[in-house]
């Protein structure tokens, strides 16, 4: 079972439109993720959340927003996307960023396609 | 920067048989976490594994282990008795335990393929 709950999993969007990605979880975790990943690549950090608040931005583009409503959600925000940015977007957790031992666990992905 | 390097893109393997999946990194670190990440296709990514740097003993986990080489910054993973269910792409990745920037670095992956 997928205790990283994301949703939409699959979104077709034109590059004019403005969507969001919604990601969930209840395992208590104080730290969330979102990362990019493009076919039969690795996973790329784009934004860390700890405590609620953005850590890490990985010199993201500003047509991503993320937001942290509560330690429970994580929210990508989309406008204006460009065709480059079609992969699959994984949301993360774990226990506290400053817990490096502590394994991260990842939802099903949202496959984004842009049109 | 650490880097993760995994020299094997693709690799097959018989169902019932043992499959060795290579893995080095580099980092000036003394103190840090190795994990190896598992992603069947259209399918979550999970932990398989996990060795702290500073504990000697491989890790294990039922049928998969681990030869940590510290000396060597060598990480590779060992599956025994290959199912059809462990068809997917492996990533090893690296973590630092020191600093402020606990980022998870990925190498490249390796697509393994199990065959009946």
């Known amino acids: 079972d997928t205790e990283v709950t994301q949703t939409p999993k699959h979104l077709v969007m034109g590059m004019t439109n403005k969507k969001s990605l919604k990601c969930e979880q209840h395992?208590?975790?104080?730290?969330m993720y979102w990362y990019k990943q493009k076919a039969k690549k690795p996973p790329e950090l784009m934004f860390v959340?700890?405590?609620?608040?953005?850590?890490i931005n990985e010199s993201v583009p500003s047509r991503f927003s993320p937001e942290c409503p509560n330690s429970s959600l994580l929210n990508l925000h989309l406008h204006a996307l460009q065709p480059e940015d079609s992969a699959l977007y994984l949301c993360?957790?774990?226990?506290?960023?400053?817990?490096?031992?502590?394994?991260?666990?990842f939802g099903d992905g949202t496959r984004l396609s842009i049109l | 920067a650490q880097t993760v390097t995994q020299s094997q893109p693709e690799m097959s393997v018989q169902e019932a048989e043992t499959v060795t999946l290579s893995c080095t990194y580099d980092?000036?670190?003394?103190?840090?976490?190795l994990f190896w990440y598992k992603q069947p296709p259209s399918r979550q990514m999970i932990l398989v594994i996990r060795?702290?740097?500073?504990?000697?003993q491989n890790a294990t986990e039922n049928r998969f282990s681990v030869n940590f080489q510290k000396a060597a910054k060598s990480f590779s993973l060992k599956i025994s008795d290959s199912q059809l269910g462990d068809a997917a792409m492996y990533f090893c990745?690296?973590?630092?335990?020191?600093?402020?920037?606990?980022?998870?670095?990925f190498g490249k992956g390796t697509l393994l393929t199990v065959n009946p």
């Open positions: 993360a957790s774990s226990q506290e960023w400053g817990l490096p031992g502590q394994p991260q666990h």
């Open positions: 395992m208590g975790h104080r730290a």
């Open positions: 959340y700890s405590y609620e608040k953005l850590s």
């Open positions: 980092t000036s670190e003394s103190d840090y976490y």
């Open positions: 060795q702290e740097a500073y504990k000697q």
């Open positions: 990745a690296y973590r630092p335990s020191g600093g402020s920037n606990y980022k998870l670095t």
